[in-house]
């Protein structure tokens, strides 16, 4: 089991486990983030259907409140690295913009977060950094809707409605409430090691090779049968 890892098991292809707490504190450095900072991480490019405009937004209305938050973004592209410029200074002093960074520095800037958030909009696709997000050890915002949903629960995370005053409510209770988000943390690692681990992946292998292996063998003809119907058909031409 590798330090600093959630579980042994944890395989999922786009993250290799984190690296250690010495590499941590030299980002949280370069990020310029102080020991107080409560820090919410997004990992992600910056499409609109992302909702990181919802985020900024978001954040801007909670800071106002708690002047420990600090938002680490990681994916900004192109243009769309633009929208923190359209924020008051005060707000963009207290938000990180990294481009994206190659896979296996993922999991370092999980670690860093107090907490992880996937603001994504209504879609029917499942954000891969979920399933990453779920395996980090850290508590989780999403919003509500088939594309977290039911893969995220109350029991595993924050669920908020997708507009900037629900998602500004959700930072705030992640923030004021460390007890309840260790909860929730433990809640979705604990999920991630039952169905996203080494062991669960080659249970599921085996019983979709065998399911598809059975409903072969149902609808095949058997070798007699293919003997018989070959037969005929050498007659039916003789004749």
């Known amino acids: 089991e590798a330090a600093g890892t959630a579980f042994s098991e944890w395989r999922f292809p786009f993250v290799e486990p984190a690296g250690d707490a010495r590499a941590v504190a030299n980002l949280r450095r370069s990020l310029d983030i102080e020991p107080d900072d409560w820090v919410l991480v997004y990992t992600g490019n910056f499409a609109s259907y992302q909702?990181?405009?919802?985020l900024f937004e978001a954040f801007g209305r909670?800071?106002?409140?708690?002047?420990?938050?600090?938002?680490?973004?990681?994916?900004?592209?192109?243009?769309?690295?633009?929208?923190?410029?359209?924020?008051?200074?005060?707000?963009?002093?207290?938000?990180?913009l990294v481009p994206r960074r190659p896979s296996h520095e993922v999991p370092l800037y999980l670690a860093l977060a107090d907490c992880l958030v996937?603001?994504?909009?209504?879609?029917?696709?499942?954000?891969?950094?979920?399933?990453?997000?779920m395996g980090s050890g850290k508590p989780?915002?999403?919003?509500?809707g088939r594309a977290h949903e039911p893969l995220l629960t109350p029991?595993?995370?924050?669920?908020?409605?997708?507009?900037?005053?629900?998602?500004r409510e959700a930072i705030l209770y992640a923030a004021a409430n460390p007890t309840r988000m260790a909860d929730l943390a433990q809640g979705a690692g604990d999920y991630a090691r039952r169905?996203?681990?080494?062991?669960?992946?080659?249970?599921?292998?085996?019983?979709?090779?065998?399911?598809?292996?059975?409903r072969t063998r149902a609808s095949a003809p058997c070798e007699g049968d293919r003997a018989i119907q070959s037969r005929e058909r050498l007659l039916a031409s003789k004749d």
């Open 155 to 167: 029991e595993r995370a924050v669920l908020c409605d997708g507009n900037p005053d629900a998602l």
């Open 118 to 133: 996937s603001p994504r909009r209504a879609t029917d696709n499942v954000p891969l950094k979920v399933f990453d997000y």
């Open 195 to 214: 169905h996203f681990g080494w062991q669960p992946f080659v249970e599921f292998i085996r019983t979709t090779y065998a399911a598809v292996i059975d």
């Open 62 to 96: 909670a800071l106002r409140s708690d002047a420990r938050l600090l938002l680490v973004c990681v994916g900004a592209t192109g243009d769309r690295a633009g929208l923190a410029g359209k924020l008051d200074a005060a707000v963009a002093r207290r938000i990180r």
């Open 51 to 54: 909702g990181v405009d919802t």
């Open 140 to 144: 989780i915002i999403a919003t509500k």
